[in-house]
């Protein structure tokens, strides 16, 4: 099967830089994408990593070693409007199912 | 945004009852997915739709059904509401299988409570 995991909870103040982590245990590989949701919202995608590296988009990049099995996103120039939920996921063909596995999130709380 | 409507938006029924949700999208996109998401337990995948009547079991499918007779219509239902599927359902689409960023489109969600 597959599994994700990432921190519940992170918090950080407005202007700082913070890390979001995933690890994640799949049978085969396509990919780490992640997605933010905001309270009451629909999640959107953020990025995707198919190779190993740096991706970066404006303030927020994304990187991947697959090796390690381990991803993360990480956030610049934070912002209030940056407070929401991040989810990690895989796109593995292991189940058979082509479809996206989630991990919980991780709630990111800006602080002034 | 990409077009996916989910209808009702809010929905209360009892026990026991039937329950139907309606994703509509207007991308012509192949592959369609509903997924439940709960507090903890992020989004999990119920059902998921290849094609028009081919659909497939997710990780959490029992006690769900779904239908698929156009390609814009995806319809989740519930033959008799338990408590424990009182949750928020997502409706997502793709264009292909693997897309070329892995990328989900999701509708806005439709809150259901089973008193």
């Known amino acids: 099967g597959q599994s994700l995991e990432q921190p519940s909870e992170v918090t950080a103040v407005e202007g700082a830089i913070v890390q979001i982590n995933c690890t994640y245990q799949t049978s085969g590989f396509y990919g780490l994408s992640w997605y933010q949701q905001h309270d009451g919202g629909a999640p959107t995608f953020l990025s995707y990593?198919?190779?190993?590296g740096l991706e970066e988009t404006g303030r927020f990049s994304s990187f991947l070693s697959r090796s390690d099995s381990y991803g993360y996103l990480l956030l610049q120039e934070l912002q209030m409007k940056d407070s929401a939920s991040y989810f990690c996921a895989v796109r593995a063909p292991d189940t058979g199912r082509r479809a996206l596995t989630f991990g919980s999130g991780t709630r990111l709380q800006v602080q002034p | 945004d990409a077009g996916i409507t989910q209808s009702p938006r809010h929905k209360v029924t009892e026990t026991g009852t039937p329950v139907t949700l309606r994703c509509h999208q207007t991308e012509n996109h192949r592959y369609m997915y509903w997924y439940r998401q709960d507090p903890g337990h992020g989004l999990r995948l119920i059902h998921y739709?290849?094609?028009?009547?081919?659909?497939d079991k997710g990780e959490v499918s029992d006690g769900y059904s779904v239908s698929r007779s156009k390609t814009e219509d995806f319809l989740l239902t519930l033959e008799s509401a338990t408590s424990s599927q009182t949750s928020v359902y997502f409706c997502?689409?793709?264009?292909?299988?693997?897309?070329?960023?892995?990328?989900?489109?999701f509708g806005p969600g439709t809150r259901l409570t089973v008193l």
């Open positions: 739709s290849y094609g028009v009547k081919d659909t």
């Open positions: 997502a689409i793709s264009e292909t299988e693997l897309a070329a960023y892995n990328e989900q489109f």
């Open positions: 990593n198919a190779l190993d």
